[in-house]
């Protein structure tokens, strides 16, 4: 990779980040062009795009339209899980659009204001992104499988003006209703929105207005039937687009910002350059729209490059069965598409030989892009097999917004290395760094670090909260944001993610923490302390298993199996069922360091069976020995 289109984009990235993105942004419509690309006056903060102004919603919509891609589909909902399937066409958007931008202006709702947005894989849950954003609102999307203890932290700390839910979300076999849950997040959250807008789906009707709230409850198509469609209205390319939280090891989450003018100008180069989509290509994301995934290359990367985008509200399996994707990929007529590895360990598992495949036409499929979570070489192997086209694996994080290291198909396709994201994209310094900041050599592994400056679209700071966006990523290493993933580069410069350092979770690639499982079961009245631990997991990568240590007088041999029940349910009820807690175990002691610290990282590796490492602060070492067969039998 000495010479070639990708390593003069690289090298010229980071030698001359203002040249190299300001040619970038020429694909974004400004209002007012940047008077500075890369502001970089308060290390170790960073700005780009300063003094521009623009409209994200513009170029996503309005610019399309007048340059006659009205008629071209911008959606097409395919919804196994209520047997429909809708293309909405460019022209059409933006009407609803324009028109649910008006009805949020109607209700007050101007720049700057936040808007937590519940919903499930439906086209109003992209209309409501893109009105946010026509006028400058902020929106925040909260996944619809997190229940009401992690939707109250959300709403506490975004204090939205206005919360958008639907009256339901379809799961296999179940309809999971969401107005009950945003009661219960309201009543425990001390900050109160204006209104809450409730979207009625025909599988369940929620109760609206019945109740005697301090804020209105409006039902959505009663407010849009009635409203005037709003303009665009510029913001600063500084200005937030949204706020996204995302888990940490705490369980309050973190609320990373996007910024306008940098996320536009990355993402659209990224799906060009990365994932080689150009405008009218038809692209398909399994992933949420509650999920960073969801956001950029559901919603916003493929509206930018005026490109098509399947919103697919279904599995992989079970809507009805390992055959799902390969359909939408055939009816749509899908050029590539993106989602989590665990998603084709699922088909794998339900079609080991690929036998649903061979009924579809997957002539259109050119690539295949995983990420979210490690991709492990059996899966890559078994998907290149069968499927016949690259599958590439790309690594990144809430926080940067698009991928950090991949192999880029538009840019330069280059051999890809199964375990391996491949390699660092333009934008993105990243280093391997030992404890004590020094560089290690190739095939040596360490903590991933990126250097400052980080690439346009990435997180300019935390919600409200500078001194935690500095105390979490910066604080680490001077001038080095810190990922929180180990790993290693080769001799190649390939990138080799393995795992988290820290005791952040990812399930099924959903990021989860464990500290709002944990506070979900130390909240049982019988509970004296608990700990939770990710174990590995052949379909979900990894799940989590709690250990809770009872309080003096509980008879764990008379109640244990009752508590044990009572404390999954707790789980499911507080952060979701979509934490996928299964094994709560009652223990005697749980290790801990001299300090205190609670040794979950030991406990992991026993769980996974791995050779233990226990510091030499451990408090009292022969815990390990009770713990031992507790936690071993579970694999
Ligand atoms: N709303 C409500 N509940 C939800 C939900 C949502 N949006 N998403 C998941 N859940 C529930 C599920 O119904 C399930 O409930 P159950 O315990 O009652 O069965 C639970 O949360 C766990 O869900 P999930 O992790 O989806 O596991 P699963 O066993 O139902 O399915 C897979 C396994 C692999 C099919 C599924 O995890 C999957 O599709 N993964 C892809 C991951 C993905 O898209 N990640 C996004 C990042 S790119
Ligand atoms: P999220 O912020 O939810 O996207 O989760 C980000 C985390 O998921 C990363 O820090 C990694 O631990 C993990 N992750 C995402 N993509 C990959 C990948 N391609 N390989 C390995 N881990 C990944």
């Known amino acids: 990779m000495s010479d070639g289109a990708y390593s003069t984009a690289y090298e010229r990235s980071l030698d001359d980040p203002e040249g190299f993105w300001s040619e970038a942004a020429q694909a974004i419509e400004w209002s007012t062009p940047p008077t500075r690309v890369l502001d970089g006056d308060h290390p170790p903060f960073y700005r780009w795009f300063r003094g521009g102004r623009l409209n994200t919603c513009f170029n996503a919509l309005d610019r399309h339209v007048r340059d006659g891609r009205g008629d071209q589909a911008a959606i097409i909902h395919d919804s196994p899980v209520t047997g429909t399937t809708q293309t909405i066409t460019y022209a059409s958007l933006l009407d609803q659009v324009s028109r649910f931008a008006g009805a949020l202006a109607s209700l007050g709702v101007s720049k700057g204001d936040r808007v937590v947005v519940y919903l499930p894989m439906i086209p109003e849950a992209v209309v409501a992104m893109l009105a946010c954003a026509r006028i400058g609102a902020v929106h925040s999307v909260v996944f619809g499988g997190f229940a009401p203890a992690e939707l109250a932290a959300r709403i506490e700390d975004a204090e939205p003006t206005v919360v958008l839910a639907a009256s339901c979300g379809i799961e296999p076999g179940r309809v999971v209703e969401y107005k009950p849950m945003l009661d219960a997040a309201l009543d425990r959250s001390t900050h109160k929105p204006e209104s809450v807008i409730v979207l009625q789906r025909e599988q369940c009707h929620a109760a609206v207005g019945e109740r005697d709230t301090d804020w209105e409850e409006l039902d959505w198509a009663e407010l849009v039937a009635d409203a005037e469609p709003a303009d665009c209205v510029d913001v600063e390319a500084t200005d937030p687009l949204y706020i996204l939280y995302t888990s940490g090891t705490t369980g309050r989450p973190k609320g990373i910002v996007r910024d306008n003018g940098g996320h536009a100008v990355a993402l659209r180069w990224s799906m060009g350059n990365i994932f080689g989509i150009g405008p009218g290509d038809v692209w398909f994301t399994a992933s949420d729209v509650g999920w960073v995934v969801g956001h950029s290359y559901i919603v916003y990367a493929p509206l930018l490059t005026g490109a098509t985008s399947v919103l697919y509200e279904g599995k992989p399996v079970g809507t009805p069965d390992a055959s799902a994707f390969w359909r939408v990929v055939s009816e749509h007529r899908v050029t590539a598409m993106f989602t989590a590895p665990t998603a084709y360990r699922a088909i794998k598992r339900d079609d ?47 926080e940067t917004g698009w991928p950090i290291a991949s192999n880029l198909r538009g840019l330069q396709p280059m051999p890809i290395k199964p375990g391996s994201a491949s390699v660092p994209v333009p934008g993105y310094a990243v280093r391997v760094l030992s404890p004590t900041g020094q560089e290690v050599p190739a095939g ?85 302390e608990c700990a939770v631990i990710g174990v590995a997991d052949d379909l979900k990568g990894q799940v989590p298993r709690g250990l809770v240590v009872l309080k003096a007088g509980v008879d764990a041999a008379a109640h244990g199996d009752r508590l044990r029940a009572e404390l999954v349910q707790r789980v499911r009820d507080e952060v979701g069922a ?54 071993r039998p579970a694999r």
């Open 578 to 631: 979509v934490a996928s807690l299964r094994q709560v175990d009652v223990v005697a002691a749980l290790p801990k360091t001299r300090s205190g610290k609670i040794l979950r990282k030991t406990m992991r590796e026993i769980a996974d069976g791995k050779t233990p490492t226990i510091p030499g602060t451990i408090e009292d070492a022969s815990v390990f020995e009770a713990l031992g067969p507790v936690l």
């Open 352 to 398: 080991p030989d690929g036998r649903l495949m061979a009924a579809y036409d997957l002539s259109t499929l050119q690539t295949v892009f995983l990420a979210g979570e490690r991709l492990d070489p059996d899966t890559h192997a078994w998907a290149t097999e069968r499927l016949g086209v690259p599958v590439v694996d790309n690594w990144w994080q809430t």
């Open 444 to 528: 040596e592994e360490g903590a991933i670090c990126l250097r400052l400056p980080m690439p346009p679209g990435t997180l300019p700071t935390l919600w409200n909260d500078d001194e935690r966006y500095v105390a979490s990523y910066l604080s680490a290493y001077d001038g080095y944001y810190l990922t929180g993933d180990g790993g290693m580069i080769d001799e190649d410069g390939y990138l080799f993610v393995m795992g988290r350092t820290d005791d952040v979770l990812n399930v099924a690639g959903h990021r989860l923490s464990t500290g709002s499982i944990e506070a979900a079961l130390a909240g049982h009245p019988d509970v004296a």
